[in-house]
């Protein structure tokens, strides 16, 4: 039937946009674990500076100091950037859900009139769980 092939292609397309979503947020995992990283590195050698008394430090020693806060502060920055658009794209993965939602309950609707079968009803209903799940 034409209604359960277009059911079906829904069922496809939202394992396609799952299977993106994990990729974009093993991304996100990826660089946010290399920033901290980063992060961490530069404030270990920060630390070791800093544990130089202020009278025994070089020039070059204190211009290093400088410039690594400025890094670990653009680090920082980057990380917020990172974490704020990764919020960003939460929110409209919600709203696809909920889009995603209201077709498919409207879609099993007419199916629910053509087909009663016991075995039907149950398959439809597992694919609408299963949509919601994710």
Avoid: G, W
């Amino acid at each position: 039937m034409p209604e359960e092939i277009e059911l079906e292609m829904a069922k496809i397309q939202r394992l396609r946009e799952v299977l993106v979503r994990r990729e974009s947020e093993l991304r996100f995992m990826m660089d946010d674990i290399q920033l901290c990283k980063d992060i961490m590195d530069l404030k270990q050698e920060l630390q070791n500076l800093v544990a130089i008394p202020e009278k025994e430090k070089t020039k070059l020693q204190k211009q290093r100091e400088d410039e690594l806060i400025q890094k670990i502060h653009k680090l920082v920055q980057k990380r917020d950037f990172l974490v704020d658009d990764a919020e960003v794209e939460r929110l409209r993965e919600q709203e696809e859900d909920k889009e995603m939602a209201d077709f498919l309950r409207i879609k099993l609707k007419p199916l629910d009139k053509v087909t009663k079968s016991p075995a039907r009803l149950e398959s439809l209903e597992r694919l609408e769980a299963y949509v919601l799940e994710y």
